[in-house]
């Protein structure tokens, strides 16, 4: 499976984006997907991340309430709706993922996916 993101930009403090992770492979459905994020000078750190079934759903502190992680097994992609940005949220958004044996996985840890899209930039402007 190769991934894909998208949807990147430059957004003020308050607006909106939603960013897209498009997938290969039909099998898309049984992958658990992620979204990561590095901001210059930082580590990659954990977003979102919910299950193959896309019934179950986990977020970093720093962004719950205001991002929203779904998919659409059909369209074999992910998304992460941001809202209410912050200037703290500019960072390079990865997508990753990983095969999820039960439908209602997920991981908050980077170790466990191993499949990474190239990243795409987001920019919040105060």
């Known amino acids: 499976v190769q991934l894909q993101a998208s949807g990147g930009g430059l957004v003020q403090a308050g607006g909106s984006l939603r960013i897209s992770c498009a997938a290969s492979r039909r099998s898309f459905n049984t992958y658990v997907m992620g979204w990561f994020r590095q901001a210059p000078g930082k580590e990659r750190e954990f977003v979102a991340t919910?299950?193959?079934?896309?019934?179950?759903?986990y977020y970093a502190d720093s962004v719950k309430g205001r991002f929203t992680i779904s998919r659409d097994n059909a369209k074999s992609t992910a998304y992460l709706q941001m809202n209410s940005l912050k200037p703290e949220d500019t960072a390079v958004y990865y997508c990753?993922?990983?095969?999820?044996?039960?439908?209602?996985?997920?991981?908050?840890?980077?170790?466990?996916?191993?499949?990474w899209g190239q990243g795409t930039q987001v920019t919040v402007s105060s």
């Open positions: 919910v299950s193959r079934n896309g019934l179950v759903a």
């Open positions: 990753a993922a990983f095969y999820g044996r039960l439908p209602q996985i997920t991981s908050q840890d980077m170790n466990h996916y191993n499949l």
